[in-house]
């Protein structure tokens, strides 16, 4: 954003992170999983990233969030849908339960910009259902 001040000039530019996630639906058997297209952020500001399960993932908290960056394999920050992984910074938060969850980070930064997973498990055929 630019801005004019009353004593000189002052220009702050805000630089976009996208949060590219690639397929918004998809089904294995009779278990969808459903994601945003994309996601847009300025850095340093707070992004969320909503995964919505058809059926509840079993024991209300079997989802987990992975990061693919660059092509690279993916990388999981969050199991259990609120435990970071080790290493994975506190800018990363999962939350929710059984066919709700959300990934925020806090204070985005540009090596942020990636694609963004979620995968849950349903009982009792424990399917796995790992969407982006």
């Known amino acids: ?18 949060v590219f996630v690639s397929v918004s639906s998809e089904s294995r058997g009779q278990i969808t999983v459903t994601q ?3 996601v847009s952020s300025a850095v340093g500001a707070t992004v969320s990233i909503k995964c919505t399960t058809s059926q509840n993932v079993y024991d209300s908290k079997r989802l987990a969030w992975y990061q693919q960056v660059d092509g690279n394999s ?15 910074p506190d800018r990363f938060t999962g939350s929710g339960s059984n066919s709700d969850f ?31």
């Open 102 to 132: 959300t990934l925020t980070i806090s204070g985005v930064q540009a090596e942020d910009a990636a694609v963004y997973y979620c995968q849950s498990e349903h009982y009792p055929n424990s399917q796995w259902v790992f969407t982006q």
């Open 36 to 38: 945003p297209g994309a």
């Open 74 to 88: 993916p990388k999981r920050l969050i199991h259990s849908a609120t435990t970071r992984d080790s290493g994975i």
């Open 1 to 18: 954003m630019d801005y004019c001040a009353k004593k000189g000039i002052s220009i702050e530019r805000h630089f976009l992170l996208y």
